[in-house]
């Protein structure tokens, strides 16, 4: 099964290559934007994409991202994530996107002194540490070049997606999220 996974996609992307892979077109750009956990609980997030493969209407992306939201009186959550993705565009500048990921958590709560339970059943007070989670992520989303009709170098899209933080509680707690910004080209040319 593995042999035939692997012979499968060793074909798929030797195909892609062969129908064209372009060189000249700009291998990573930078992206800044709004991350709104439950889309209301506002934050930034700030990264990289990666297009080890792409065409003019393709790109397969590898991306790392790193943000971080506040939940007002409840918490503050900080996170670093790598993702892959795909985005098809289009001639009139439009493309539509997908991501899946993968990262690291960290959650500050906000308000209370903490305790803990040592071995013994003494309950001690303890410094917010805060908690480490892991952070799967899927999204899939929709934007505009605008090099395509203007010299500006710059992308805007809008992603919705889905998060999960775990452990919370013994099991993956669901957040929905709302990812919306801007796609830096690093390159001056304008590409069409």
């Known amino acids: 099964m593995k042999h035939s996974f692997l012979i499968c996609a060793l074909i798929l992307f030797s195909l892609a290559n062969s129908y064209g892979q372009r060189d000249d077109l700009p291998k990573t ?17 700030a990264g990289i ?72 059943g003494a309950v001690v007070q303890t410094p917010d540490g805060g908690n480490p989670m892991i952070m799967p992520s899927i999204a899939i989303g929709t934007g505009f070049d605008f090099s395509k009709i203007t010299p500006l170098n710059i992308c805007c899209y809008i992603r919705p997606e889905l998060f999960w933080k775990a452990p919370f ?17 690093i390159n001056k040319r304008n590409e069409k």
């Open 169 to 185: 509680n013994g099991y993956f707690l669901t957040h929905p999220a709302l990812n919306a910004g801007l796609i830096f080209k």
């Open 29 to 45: 750009r930078f992206t800044f934007g709004y991350f709104g956990e439950t889309m209301t609980h506002a934050g930034v997030t």
């Open 49 to 120: 994409e990666y297009y080890p493969f792409q065409t003019a209407k393709y790109q397969m992306i590898l991306a790392a991202n790193a943000g971080g939201y506040v939940h007002i009186r409840n918490n503050t959550s900080l996170f670093i994530r790598g993702q892959w993705g795909q985005r098809v565009m289009f001639g009139s500048g439009f493309f539509v996107d997908q991501f899946i990921g993968l990262g690291y958590l960290h959650q500050f709560t906000h308000g209370g002194d903490q305790y803990k339970v040592l071995a013994n």
